[in-house]
């Protein structure tokens, strides 16, 4: 879903000067008896990608609502550039665009009338509006298909189409809600691609996903919510450092040397190292990384050759695991969120 928050064709509000795009603290919505969103805390930089990752039902998306104006909170403050999200919800919505989880294309209209029909409602001129659904019908690979009925394309064009309308008009800041669900692999690299032009371009963008290796690419800083609450906060490395050790593993190129390989590893690190007698693989908990070369040294001086050798940290979605207790595909869903 595109949604177009501010309806009237005016010009974006000058973002008042600071550090932050959002400063949210202790936000919190009901829904009934439900608390779907429970004290959320968000600071996003200006022209960074701020990643939220959570299961279905977190309140990823009611957070997102909030934020972009579209629920108002029951409790705590939320502010955009500066500007409160209740008490300034105007100015806000003249400087936010957000795209949510399900396409708001017509049906009856085709690609090209699609985006026409949003950049008039948006206050283009016809010239304008023209020039840019041209522009982004060749970003997003829709060119072919520009006077294509809507009913003969397929999902991943529906949403490609959808995210193209939301960039018609770009804002200072885009909230992109799992944008790139039910995307294949080439569609979902070409919209990380026009997410770095847009940071590259002075935006600021907030990413809910659920793909893990999405934040990972693209997200400055990463927030994790489970059950309407930031429960982690920091960078990629630094919620990977948060879960564990990285491992040193090595696999010898004659299989016979492995206990050997084990033996010299364990004196090096000081830490016992598993064998994998299958696969001849040692693995060892890797407390200082600088270790590695001087483990390289006296294997060498033992005359034994490496055919294969990496340093792996955590990955998140051991992040997502061990912080949630349940993988990134748990399909728990709240009653304000079917789909986040």
Known sequence: MTTFIDAAPAAHTAPPSGELAIDARGLVKRFGDTLAVD???LAVPIGSVYGVLGPNGAGKTTTVSMLATLLRPDGGEGKVFGYDVVRDAVAVRSLVGVTGQYASVDEDLTASQNLMLFARLLGKSRAAARNRTEELLNDFGLAEAANRPLKQFSGGMRRRLDLAASLIDTPPLLFLDEPTTGLDPRTRAQMWETIRKLIAGGSTVLLTTQYLDEADQLADRIAVID?????ADGTADELKQSVGLSTLQLTPADR??????????????????????????ITASLHRPSLVPDVLIALRENGIEIEEISVQKPSLDEVFFTLTGRPEADETTGPDEPES
């Open 256 to 281: 016979a040397e492995a206990p050997r390989v084990a033996h010299i590893v364990e004196s090096v690190l000081g830490e016992p190292a598993a064998l994998s007698p299958e696969a001849a693989r």
């Open 227 to 231: 059950h309407g609450r930031v429960i």
């Open 39 to 41: 004290g959320v805390d």
